[in-house]
């Protein structure tokens, strides 16, 4: 039974990668949430790291060739983010004990970050923003809205554990 239960990531991993093309109407100062990181650190901490890892690749590598991205930067983000979030993973933790908590809220909050370093590093040129200033930006306010996000997944995770 476990390829059905990644027949249910790959056809969540498609409907966040279509959501994620769309975030426009959600976008704060043109900065929106990453979807794709969130489900990465949750495959990560459910299934392991080298499955975070792959899981974050192939999500990074399919969201470049369809929004027509640098190919490459949110493959190796994404990558590196289901790297973290699987140094969290727990054989002997409940995915829900997991995933309801706090714990999730920082795994994504420590994934996100990293990610947003290893992407926006490949967009700083010299322009007349500095790194440090387009990373307060994009990265560190992009990695909290993507934390906020991921608080929906925790409350799901959180209700079902009470049930």
Known sequence: MPYMQFLWYAIAGLILLLMQLNLGYI?????????????????????????GMLAGFLLGLIFDLISSDIIGTNAL????????????????????????SFRFLGIVAI??????IVYFFFYVQPTDLSFLSFFLRSGIAASLYTTVIAALVMLVGARKQRW
């Not at 976008?27 to 080298?50: K, M, S």
């Not at 983000?77 to 309801?100: C, H, P, R, T, W």
Request: aromatic share 10%; glycine share 8%; charged share 15%.
């Open 27 to 51: 976008a704060v100062e043109n900065v929106t949430p990453d979807l794709l990181v969130v489900l990465t650190v949750f495959i990560a901490i459910r299934e392991g790291q080298f499955t």
């Open 77 to 100: 983000s994404k990558m590196l983010a289901g790297f973290i979030a699987g140094y969290f993973f727990n054989e002997q933790l409940s995915v829900q004990d997991s995933i309801g």
């Open 111 to 116: 994934a996100a970050l990293a990610h947003n």
